[in-house]
C-alpha cells in the first residue's frame, strides 16, 4: 500500500486507484482547467481503507473541504460501490448512496465514482478505466480489427486482463502513440475529454474543484 502523499494547501482531494488513474486524472486536471485538485494514487482497490485511515490522521486534513475517490468498478460494479462506500464508512465518514453524486457534512464535500461511468438502464456498467479510454476515441476505424485481434489471441490462450490487452493494441497501431502508458497517451492527446464517455468525471472533478475553493 502506498502512504499518503502530503497534503496541499487549499486543494481538494482526488484518491485515484493506480498509477495509470493517476495520470490519466492529472491530464484531465489540466484539460479541463481544475488547478484545485490534488490527485493520489491510493494503490489497489483492498488498500482504499487503510490509505483513507492514515490519510484523516494526517495534521492538515482538517483543513481539506473535498474529497473524491475514484476506481474500476471490475466485474462487479455493485461492488465496487459498496466497498467504497464501506471504506469511508469505516473512517467514520458518510458515504454517498451512489456514484457521481456529491454529499456535504460539517465542512467535507465527500463523492465517489467508477471506472467506466456508464449506465445501462439503472445499473451501472462493469469494467475499467480502460474500457472508458476506448469509448471517448475520436478514430475508431482501427478499433474493430483490434478487438478482433484480440479476440483471436483470447481464444487460442485466455487473456486474464482483456481490456488492457484491447487499449494497448489499440495504442499500438495508431501514431504517435505506439509503446504508451495511459498518461502518456493523455498527454499526447489520445483521449477525447469532450467525448459524453468522459461527461460524468468531468462533472465530479469540476464539483470537486468548486467544493476546494
Known sequence: MKNPEKILPKMGLLLVEGADEKYFFIRACDAYGKNNIQVMDFGGITDLPKFLEILTKSTNFPEVKALAIVRDAETDASKAIRDIQNALKSINLPAPKNPFEQIRTNSLSIEFGIFPGQKNGSVWENGTLEDLCLKTISNITLLPLVKDCVN??????????????????????????????????????????????????????????????
Open 152 to 213: 483471436k489471441a483470447d481464444a487460442l490462450q485466455q487473456i486474464s486482463h482483456k481490456h488492457k490487452a484491447l487499449l494497448h493494441t489499440w495504442l499500438s497501431v495508431n501514431e504517435p502513440y505506439i509503446g504508451m502508458k495511459i498518461g502518456e497517451a493523455a498527454q499526447a492527446g489520445a483521449w477525447n475529454w469532450q467525448s459524453q464517455a468522459m461527461m460524468p468525471f468531468k462533472n465530479l472533478m469540476q464539483r470537486l474543484d468548486k467544493a476546494a475553493r
